[in-house]
């Protein structure tokens, strides 16, 4: 077995989920990250705990949803319920086989199931847990890169010193929360927001895999100037690139995109949230050398911001209520970014490297 | 999608679980059974089920076994128990990729297993519960066929219109409990025993698929006579070939094997019940072309008879006791079956033939 493989599900054993002796682990997998489960079952069973394994894979989505008739979609799995109920920690593993099977079923479907399954979702967030990703083929084909470019790839921004990572996260959060607003700046770019109250995450690797950002829900109705994020993302199966926001009073008042921008529109018209920010961050892992248009990847890129349209979290004490959440990325190699009086980020360097 | 795993999925799901709205369906899949996966999701969605996969292998146990000291091995997974009380279906899906990963566990390591999960098991067996094998490579291999050749194998003993075969099954049963007595002739074959107040069982794909097969379990002190095995079979990773036992009183006083003869030895020394049948059964299953090495298939071949030293089942009223159930397979078209006065089989034909 590739080594760096044992070395992925330690640091998920032992550093993100800290399974110990008696856990009883939930891990969700494919028949892709079957490698990484049975790496995982070696580690886990090393600590004294006693893990079982679902097999969830948008093929089998699919087939339900194919199956199944609108009363059937309503029905919440009981026994599914049951066994996260017992359980202690759930690793979810991404390892999909086909990113897109799931393409022609009908949102208003997806959603009805979504409501059938709220104390799924609920049980598992209320658990140690945390999402990660085994390399296949069709995330490497997603990505534009061969398998072992991928692999790589995800290695690289996987396989770090967690525990120092943390440390100089945690020095972040603490320098942000001494400040009560935020700004970014840079070519196109002066965005300011009010943090006043407002919790700031150190996101270290506990609940996703890999991780390296500290994100924040700016005070709604204070984020104002122009922002443009230059990183391209994928949403509702499109690519937007080159998208410019100008805030006034914590509002959208002007966007542009240089690609699909009315896919852009159709976001900010949503509903009243998705014309405000829910989230600011700071990506934070170098060890992302490049974008891959999947979103648990690029928002940690180190040396950029991210900012999200719609819904905030209420960890951050953020407000902001929306059906959609959309993170859009950019690049701060040229730019700075700024809490009260504190430099922290400025000419490549955070402020505990200057 | 091969419409055979279609059709399969079909009879597991509509005829031998039964599955209707409201079930709660719990699948268990190796990954290379995931297509069948896929098959049996739709199929059990389409009847108004919920249903969850787990994903074994071999692979994954063998992990587990290495990780795990012996403590471990006795934490009672109470998160499979949760979902077990609350699951109405158990659709079992073999298709291993290393039918030897656990070849260097420790046996006594397994039993240890097996004993703190015996609950869950007992537990399943109470449901609706069916156990079938998908094509992979590794179970070609071991049917010494290409893996074409093999699909052509498992969806000619699976795909039969069970409930006409169901019909027959239980006419058979009917007619071998109107008597008192079993008795298989043949080559080198002559072998009876009482079956008074035991139950013969026709086992019509509910709960094996393929199945097709009608057992008893003899009275114990009253198997007389001889039998000759013609069908190879594996034991303790050894092909054992040939078997002639003699019977006196329901215990084996002479036996040889033409191939593994000291293996056949160990088996009957393992125990007293080792040394007396559990098991007489009849195989019925003409979609079954030839032999493979896997019981699951083998003892229900058309046109055999097979024997088996060890445990009987309560179900049967058997009482014989013992660590092992060994089944062994005879070719019956040189000879007869007979049920008191009745011929049950005779000149490659069963009763109901004629």
């Not at chain 1, 770090?160 to 970014?184: A, V």
């Not at chain 1, 959609?324 to 490297?353: C, N, P, Q, W």
């Amino acid at each position: 077995m590739d080594p760096r493989i044992e070395e992925h599900a330690r640091i998920v054993v032992e550093w993100s989920t800290e399974v110990k002796k008696g856990d009883l682990v939930g891990i969700r997998a494919t028949p892709d990250s079957h490698d990484f489960v049975v790496a995982l079952y070696k580690k886990i069973a090393e600590k004294g705990a006693v893990p079982i394994t679902l097999m969830s894979t948008e093929e089998m989505d699919r087939a339900f949803f194919d199956g199944a008739d609108d009363e059937t979609i309503s029905i919440a799995p009981k026994q599914f319920e049951a066994l996260l109920e017992k359980v202690d920690v759930v690793i979810a593993v991404r390892s999909p086989s086909n990113t897109k099977a799931m393409a022609s079923v009908d949102p208003k479907r997806v959603i009805q199931r979504s409501i059938a399954m709220k104390r799924v979702m609920e049980l598992y967030l209320s658990k140690r847990w945390c999402l990660t990703v085994h390399p296949t083929n069709a995330l490497a084909q997603q990505a534009d890169m061969s398998m072992d470019e991928y692999q790589n790839f995800m290695y690289d921004a996987t396989l770090l010193d967690w525990k120092e990572e943390s440390k100089l996260l945690y020095k972040m959060k603490d320098h942000l929360e001494r400040h009560k607003d935020i700004r970014f700046t840079g070519p196109e770019t002066d965005l300011y927001a009010s943090t006043e109250g407002r919790i700031w995450i150190a996101s270290d690797g506990k609940h996703n895999m890999p991780s390296g950002e500290v994100f924040t829900a700016p005070v709604e109705d204070t984020v104002e100037g122009k922002i443009y994020f230059d990183i391209p993302f994928l949403q509702q199966g499109k690519v937007i690139e080159g998208v410019r926001l100008t805030f006034e009073k914590g509002e959208v008042v002007n966007f542009s995109a240089e690609k699909a921008e009315a896919t852009l529109k159709e976001i900010i018209e949503v509903d009243e949230g998705s014309r405000r920010l829910g989230e600011m961050a700071i990506g934070t892992n170098r060890g992302i050398r490049q974008y891959t248009l999947n979103m648990l990847f690029d928002e940690k890129i180190g040396d950029t911001v991210h900012c999200a349209l719609g819904r905030a979290y209420k960890d951050n004490n953020g407000t902001n209520e929306s059906a959609v959440h959309v993170d859009m990325i950019k690049t701060m190699h040229e730019g700075e970014i700024i809490a009260g009086d504190e430099l922290i980020y400025s000419k490549g360097r955070y402020f505990y490297e200057m | 999608m091969d419409s055979r795993i279609v059709e399969h999925a079909k009879i597991l799901v509509d005829y031998s679980t039964e599955v209707k709205r409201g079930d709660m369906v719990v699948i268990q899949a190796n990954p290379d059974a995931h297509e069948l996966a896929v098959a049996v999701a739709r199929q059990v969605a389409k009847a108004g089920g919920s249903s969850v996969t787990m994903m074994i292998s071999e692979e994954i146990d063998r992990a587990k076994y290495d990780g795990a000291d012996d403590a471990t091995l006795e934490v009672f997974p109470d998160h499979l128990m949760a979902m077990a009380e609350k699951t109405d279906v158990y659709i079992v899906l073999r298709s291993p990729v290393n039918t030897k990963a656990l070849a260097n566990v420790d046996p006594k390591r397994i039993m240890i297993t097996a004993k703190t999960t015996k609950p869950i098991f007992d537990l399943i067996t109470k449901k609706r519960w069916v156990l079938t094998v998908h094509p992979s490579a590794t179970l070609a291999q071991q049917g010494n066929m290409s893996l074409e050749e093999y699909r052509d194998f498992v969806y000619d003993a699976c795909l039969h219109d069970w409930e006409k075969e169901s019909k027959n099954l239980y006419m058979m049963k009917e007619h071998l409990e109107s008597h008192k007595d079993i008795r298989f002739c043949g080559p080198e074959t002559d072998l009876y025993a009482s079956t008074e107040s035991r139950i013969w069982i026709a086992a019509d794909g509910k709960f094996n698929m393929p199945d097709g097969e009608v057992f008893t379990a003899p009275v114990e002190d009253t198997v007389e006579g001889k039998i000759y095995f013609d069908v190879p079979f594996l034991e303790q990773g050894k092909v054992i070939e040939g078997v002639r036992l003699k019977f006196e009183k329901g215990e084996v006083v002479d036996f040889s094997a033409e191939k593994e003869e000291s293996t056949l030895k160990q088996i009957l020394e393992i125990d007293d019940g080792a040394r007396r049948l559990g098991e007489m059964a009849i195989g019925t299953n003409r979609g079954i072309k030839h032999y493979t090495m896997n019981i699951l298939f083998d003892e229900k071949l058309g046109d055999t008879v097979h024997c088996a030293l060890g445990m009987a089942f309560p179900e049967c009223n058997g009482v014989n006791d013992s660590a092992i159930h060994v089944d062994m397979i005879k070719r019956m078209h040189d000879g007869e079956i007979i049920a008191g006065n009745e011929i049950i089989y005779s000149k490659g034909k069963y009763f109901y033939e004629k």
